[in-house]
Structure formats: C-alpha cells, structure tokens
C-alpha cells in the first residue's frame, strides 16, 4: 500500500500522544494525521545503500504506509479494499497481517476483516520494505545556480517515492548522496527513461518553470530507437486516455471527449537496416506519450516493456486502432503479474501460522546470467546465484510474514531506449550526449547528425539568465 506515505516504523510514537477527534468523523483518531507532514529526510537513518555488481541496494526496513480512504472505498469491507486496491498481495496475506496488526484501522487494531470503510478512515500497513536496486550511474549535474540546476537522469531510477521504491528515487538520492535540498521537481520522466531532468530549488522558480512548460514556451526533444524502417517524418496528433491508473497504462482514444488532446513530431535520424533512431519532439506533455504515439504507428520503442508486450496484438509498422475495455483489462492483468516476476521468482511462500517460517517452496534456480538482453540491464553480468547471495547478505534475519523475505529475486528491467534529449527554452537551452545504446550502433548516416546530439559549449557565467 503506497499512498501518502508516513515513514514511522512503529506505533509507539502515535499511541502516546493525546487522543483527539474530528468533528466531522467523532470515532476518527487524528494522532497520526502530523505524520504525514513530516519529511524525508527525518527519517533517513532507515535508509542503507549497499553497491556491488554496479547495482545499488537497500538493507530491508520496516516502514508504514497511510492511506486515507478514497470515496470508492466508502462501505466496502476492510478486506475487500485491500485485495482489490492493493493487488501486488493475496487476500491470504491480508488476512495474516490484520490478524498480526501490521494492517490498522485509524491506528487501532482491526478486529474484524469485514468491518466497512468510512469517509475520513485512514488505513497503515506496516511492511518490511524490500526495494528494488538501481543502476549506480552517477548522475550528472549539468548545471547549477541558486533558482534551478539540471541533471541528465541515468535510467533505472525514479524520481518519486511510490510503489516499491522509497530511497532508491531520484529526489532522495538527490537529497541524501549529492547535498540538495528543497527539492522542486516541474517535470517528471519514467523510471526506464533517461535524460534531461530540470529542478527548481525555490517556489518561485517552480511556478515560473511550470508555467513555462504549461504554455508550451519551453522545446522537449528525445531520441529513441524501434524495430523497422520508420518514415521520414511524421506528425501524430491523437488524444490520450488513462486505461489503468493502478499501474499507468494509457492508449489513444477515438472520442476527443474522453482523452486529452496530444501532439507528437517524429523524424527519422538513421536507420541501420534492421533498427530506426528517431527523434522526437512532443509539443504536449500527456503520460507515456511518445511511447502511445509509437505503439499507435506500430513502431513501439524496441524494449518497452508495456506497449512493445505482444499482448496488445497489434499489427507492425502500420497504425492501430484502440483496444476494446474488456481487452485491455486482461492486458492489465498480464502486465501486474509481470511486473511481480521481474523482480521476484516467487510470491507467496507458505508460512506457518504459529512459527517462525523456514519452508520456502521449492524452485529451481539456474546458475546463468539472468540479464538475458544486457542493454535492458544496463550491461549488468550478473547470476542468479550471486544476486541471492546479496540479498542473503543484506537481509540475515528474515521477517516471518514478509512475502518477500521468503521470495527468489530478480531485478526488474534497468533500460529503456528512449532518452530526454534536450529542454530549451527563449532563455537557455541544456542538452545531453547520445546515450550509450545509441552509440553502439553504427549507423549510415552517423555523421549527419553527431554534432546535433553533442554537448552545447557552454560555460555557468555564459548561460542567460530566465526571465523573471
């Protein structure tokens, strides 16, 4: 469960403080409602980087998630909400944790798994948290004042907490490895994403930023690669709709009414008889666009791991229509469950009701590389047999009702090849190298393009500043 996140470890600090009540909701114990103000960084002595095998890890943690009732929660039971919300879990280990305590109810114990949520009810789930490596590329600082600085944002990495990842994200490393604080992020890219990322490190700045972005004053170009020989040019203008909010899966829609308006330009920079480099320039800002975009054209970024899934069923290197509902609700399915396989072999161990638990069910672990294609991972050679060794290092004293404790590791895909290639604005303009996968194709037409994707010159003292 990962919704405003509190980082308390324990219910000790909320039960001694003074009991108060909402007036709109008298049975409703505020005590925990500061929690979530707190920051981060008050908490960080959670956190324990360890790097071996270019990755880097988190020692496991407990840590207690909030999340205040949704109106579609409203009169539906405790464990109703759980297994259908938060479906990365079964409705067995549901049933454990709220029978152990780790599952509350307004902070209090829930004595009932088919007592009915309430408007204003909060919900905590205490969990041993396991979060998934990430690359230790370094990140690149391009450029730094006192209103803003940019980075080029290495892949693998979130920039938000959510889901499984809490420390292993872009604005907690900022934070904790490279000293910044009063972090204000105006855009985002996906974790698999890589490239330009701009930060404001004031309010104001943050708002000038994000108004410039809001009125289009502020140029986005990315490069990606796909299968096929791409057309020249191409301009797509389609809406976009959100089909999965759970795990963020969109796709065109048909009815303007229903999707929000989007406008991709892409341009063909080389093809290498097998794979096209492309480059594109979104002029609006709608999720997973380019990649929408690519699908619809049936050119799909070659290792996307949502929409180049073949579940889609689309046709290849010629435009597709929008998936019926029923159609993509299966596909959602298949994509939870493997997005769960990445990063475990295994799930749901069986666990004793009344004892320590030492059966994990069986499963072969063959001893090979399980980065099957290297460049999604970032070039990691590593085993099975290694990768369980580290996370038996990092976790000696396993957590009887934590599912993953028990679980066989992966590590999910570290790459995908689409790159924020530059942002420029009427002020300034800040641009990053060709990233490595792009590089290590040999083009035809290389040369035509090499100075476009280097490094603009340019010195601190020399860079205009923005309009205030």
Known sequence: MASNQSPSNSYSETISKPFRKNRDHPEYDTRGKKKFKLRDNDHSDLCHFHREHSLQFLKPYFFNFHSNAKARWFDRSIIDVTCTEFTSRSYEYYAKVINNGRLRLNGAKITNVEVKVKN????????????PPVLTTP?????????????????????????????????????????????????RLDRLTSGIMIFARNSKKSRQLSNFLQKREIEKEYVCLVNGKFPDSIMVNEPIKCVSHNIGVCQITCDKDEGKQSETYFQLLAFNGERSLLLCKPRTGRMHQIRVHLQHLGFPIVNDPIYNHPAWELPKYEKSKPMPPEKVEEMVKIFVKQIDQQENTQNEPIIKESSVCKDIRPSKIADDHIMQYPLDYGGINLTQTELQAIYAKLNPNPDDLCVDCHALKNIPQMSMFLHALSYSSPDWEFRTKLPDWAQEFEFDTKSEYKDYIHIKEMKKEELPPSKQ
């Open 120 to 131: 204003g009810d909060i919900l905590t789930h205490l969990v041993h948290r396991h979060e």
């Open 139 to 187: 990140i690149e600082i391009l450029f730094k004042n006192e209103d803003m600085f940019v980075i080029n944002k290495p892949s693998s990495i979130p920039v938000h907490p959510s889901g499984r990842y809490h420390f292993n994200t872009l604005l907690n490393i900022l934070r904790l490895e490279y000293g910044f604080e009063d972090i204000f992020s105006v855009h």
